[in-house]
């Protein structure tokens, strides 16, 4: 019977193995931790974002790193195939904004729960704190392991990245590509906030529909949406959106837009009229119904125009200097190599290296790659998941094909 041995028991490892176990072979998960899904129950703040209810092509949009090498095996199995999967294994789901996918229950352990119970029924070989400290092939594959020499007939790789470090994620499948001839793209942290060069004094701040833009050597980036703007950084869905298009950029600086759905000369308009409003008021005080407060303060002394001063003395230079900082706030950023905030890896085994259709290595045969591994990435909301499922779905249907 054919021995295949899996590396890792993340949600791309647990989806093969399930998927591959029949009659026809012995399924082994090797894991340096004691449970499954480790990084599974962290995803969705514990509520776990298992994947986007997006269709095919605006699904497909929001993978950022070589989206054309997940078209036949997303054909294969999609998000929806997902979603049907885990509906037929009890699990009831729901969609939320951004069309995220979430269990109805919204507990990240109903996941894993599923998962560790079809891993028993299926009869998939469990083989917890395993670490495996290196890899070599004859006949097979034969790995070294904390637990002794074990030997396979074909082997995936599926321990991830580098994000989530604190789950065991340490770049070992990079290393064991490597050692088998594989290039590896640059790992960096992606999905993760985008850190300042200088302090700011103020408390964090929670800013909807913001556009935030980010300039690096020779683009820039752009999005729309919601931020937290903290002394130190800049996180929420639109600044992690916005990092992950960045993250192989050397980003410079941030540009936030705190009224992008007006124009310079309306804007100036507005803020006239609030001043008039209430001439005798401060300018601070003046502004407080129309921006944000936290912000104010921080605006004027930018713009270097005294926040007590009358709002019937502001100059028109000083009401033209505050409206260019509304719609054009600039801070500088600092280079960010650190996974510890990371929510994927951008980077990873090549893809023009593997076969998209099967996720076997052009390399070396029987050996397979699926999911964080591999140079592919994507936005926050349910995507990474799903390329994890999906690439682990194909290797595991192709290794099915081929016994």
């Not at 891993?119 to 670490?131: G, H, S």
């Not at 703007?229 to 929420?236: D, H, S």
Request: with cysteine; aromatic share 8%; net charge neutral.
């Amino acid at each position: 019977m054919v021995k295949v041995g899996i590396i890792g028991a993340g949600p791309a490892g647990i989806f093969a193995a399930i998927n591959l176990k029949n009659s026809n072979n012995e399924v082994y998960l090797l894991d340096k931790n004691d449970r499954i899904g480790r990084k599974l129950l962290l995803t969705g703040n514990g509520r776990c974002n298992i994947t986007s209810g997006k269709f095919y092509d605006n699904f497909l949009d929001h993978i950022i790193r070589n989206k054309e090498f997940l078209y036949s095996s997303f054909s294969t199995f999609d998000n929806f195939a997902m979603i049907d999967f885990l509906n037929r294994e009890g699990i009831q789901t729901i969609i939320e904004e951004d069309d995220k996918v979430f269990p109805k229950s919204m507990r990240a352990t109903d996941i894993v729960n599923l998962f560790e119970r079809l891993i028993k029924e299926r009869d998939v070989k469990f083989l917890p704190n395993t670490k495996v400290k290196s890899i070599t092939k004859d006949e097979n594959f034969k790995l070294e392991t904390s637990r002794g020499q074990m030997d396979f007939d074909i082997l995936l790789i599926a321990c991830g990245g580098l994000s989530y470090p604190k789950t065991g994620s340490s770049g070992d499948g990079y290393k064991f590509a490597k050692s088998f001839g594989h290039t590896i793209v640059e790992p960096l942290p992606s999905l993760c906030p985008l850190y300042l060069k200088k302090t700011l004094p103020i408390k964090a701040l929670s800013l909807s529909d913001i556009e935030i833009r980010t300039y690096t050597d020779d683009k820039d980036f752009s999005e729309v949406g919601d931020i937290l703007l903290t002394p130190n950084f800049i996180t929420g869905p639109a600044a992690l959106r916005l990092q992950a298009r960045a993250a192989r950029d050397n980003i410079n600086r941030i540009s936030l837009d705190f009224k992008k759905d007006m124009r310079d000369d309306e804007l100036d308009k507005i803020i006239l009229d609030y001043l008039d409003k209430n001439p005798k008021k401060t300018i601070s005080n003046s502004l407080k119904g129309f921006i944000n407060e936290g912000l104010i303060e921080k605006l004027l002394d930018e713009g270097k125009i005294k926040k007590n001063k009358p709002s019937n003395q502001i100059t028109k230079e000083e009401r033209e200097k505050l409206a260019s900082l509304i719609k054009n706030f600039t801070l500088e950023t600092k280079e960010n190599k650190n996974f510890s905030s990371a929510v994927v890896t951008s980077g990873g085994v090549k893809t023009a290296e593997i076969n998209p259709k099967t996720m076997e290595s052009k390399l070396v045969k029987d050996l397979y790659f699926v999911g964080e591994v591999i140079d592919i990435d994507g936005l926050t909301g349910g995507f990474n998941l799903q390329i994890a499922f999906t690439t682990a779905y194909s290797a595991s249907l192709a290794i099915k094909e081929k016994l």
